[in-house]
């Protein structure tokens, strides 16, 4: 199993940018993928971004809410993703995990089966 610990969160004003860590303690097959996810109090876990190199290229996915304020990149690291958000809403309060899966059917059914613990951001006017 990959083990993952994210860091990175914190309190911001809405407009402000904030950078999420995610350091990866094991491998991940390059079959595998990575990811961001966010759980916000009274509503079920959702994707946030994920990011995949399977065919040689990175491929990057966003939510909706999202796009065009945050950025996932390995950074030419594979030990380490990170989450850059900008722009910052209210709406994006909530704790955001990493994720990773070495399993194929899983990175194309976002069924990700290893997370980090969380960390909060949260994000006020």
């Known amino acids: 199993q990959v083990q993952l610990v994210e860091s990175g969160g914190a309190s911001v004003l809405a407009g402000g940018s904030l950078k999420l860590s995610c350091q990866v303690y094991?491998?991940?097959?390059?079959?595998?993928?990575m990811g961001w996810f966010r759980q916000i109090p009274g509503k079920r876990r959702e994707k946030v971004a994920t990011?995949?190199?399977?065919?040689?290229?990175?491929?990057?996915t966003y939510a909706d809410s999202v796009k065009g304020r945050f950025t996932i990149s390995t950074a030419n690291d594979e030990n380490k993703l990170t989450l850059q958000m900008d722009d910052l809403k209210s709406e994006d309060t909530g704790v955001y995990y990493c994720?990773?899966?070495?399993?194929?059917?899983?990175?194309?059914?976002?069924?990700?089966?290893?997370w980090g613990q969380g960390t909060q951001v949260t994000v006020s006017l």
């Open positions: 994720a990773a899966t070495s399993y194929r059917w899983r990175c194309l059914n976002n069924a990700f089966d290893n």
């Open positions: 094991a491998y991940v097959a390059k079959s595998g993928c």
């Open positions: 990011i995949d190199g399977y065919d040689g290229i990175e491929k990057t």
